[in-house]
């Protein structure tokens, strides 16, 4: 782990730079010495230093543990990233879908942005990993902490720290992408993708998926299930798959086929359940 390097891969002089980062190359955790901000969300050379929360380092533990044992989910470009600071506005023209808001770091993605899915998927894992490591799997509650800018529901930014919930325990998920992205979307297809998704609903799939139900899904669970939509088998590791939990055909490298194929009717059943529960598929 290097602290105060800077996170190379997110650099960006145009908006406040630097950041946590895991680099799969050499396998460090970088936790950059930029991310500092103001309580206004200007970028500061004072105050509390963001990756000094513990949800970020463990989010990005949780990169490295999936790129380790799943292998590469990673897509050609990153995420959001674009000319012209163009930043999570490709995919879609509703604002609350787009990171144009955060002001307290990297604009490349954040939470509640419409993502190509591997990468909503890579990141709302990483959000679970912190999660899962900081609040009691047997709760009714679980509240996971952002470090950058949150939009409630009525639209209005938040500044960070933010306690997001990643548990419904009574009543629906929030539904994010379905419930205040469904206008506006581009299609994904120049990047070879049907299907969107947002962090924030990987998160709260995966933390209830793993954490929930006579059919919950063990850590190896998970891993084997990506494994298998990417190779057949849940020995080789992922190498720079896109994995999804549905496709417009369908087809067999889905990770709900993934499910079925590796588990019984029951438990294959709930990972699809769980999934439609928390809107995790959006497809074009
Ligand atoms: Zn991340």
Redesign the pocket.
Same mark, same amino acid.
């Given at each position: 782990m290097w602290a105060d390097t800077g996170c190379p891969s997110i650099l960006d002089t145009n908006l406040v730079p630097g950041g $946590?980062?895991?680099s799969a190359g050499t396998g460090a955790l970088e936790l950059g010495p930029d991310l500092i901000y103001a309580p206004d969300g200007t970028s500061s050379a004072t105050g509390r230093h963001t990756t000094f929360n513990k949800f970020v380092i463990a989010?990005?533990f949780?990169?490295n543990i999936q790129y380790t044992t799943w292998g590469n989910l990673s897509l050609p470009d990153y995420e959001c990233a674009g000319a012209n600071n163009t930043m999570c506005q490709r995919w879609t023209t509703d604002s609350h879908c787009r990171c144009d808001f955060v002001k307290t770091g990297n604009r490349y993605?954040c939470l509640q942005s419409r993502q190509l899915q591997p990468w909503a998927e890579?990141?709302g894992f $990483?959000?679970f990993f912190a999660a899962n490591l900081m609040n009691l799997a047997t709760n009714n509650s679980c509240t996971f902490i952002y470090y950058k800018d949150y939009l409630l529901p009525d639209g209005t930014p938040h500044k960070p720290p933010n306690a997001v919930p990643c548990f419904y325990n009574s009543g629906p998920p929030q539904m994010w992408m379905q419930n205040k992205c469904a206008a506006g979307v581009a299609s994904m297809s120049a990047d070879g993708v049907t299907a969107g998704g947002v962090e924030w609903a990987w998160l709260t799939f995966f933390w209830e998926l793993h954490n929930r139900g006579g059919n919950a899904y063990s850590s190896n669970d998970l891993q084997h299930v990506c494994q298998w939509a990417c190779n057949g088998n849940v020995t080789s590791l992922c190498a720079s798959a896109k994995v999804f939990f549905d496709t417009v055909n369908g087809g067999n490298s889905t990770l709900k086929y993934a499910a079925g194929q590796l588990f019984g009717s029951a438990k294959s059943q709930y990972f699809i359940d769980t999934g439609k529960k928390h809107g995790i598929n959006v497809l074009q």
């Open positions: $946590a980062c895991y989010h990005e949780g990169h993605h890579t990141e $990483a959000h």
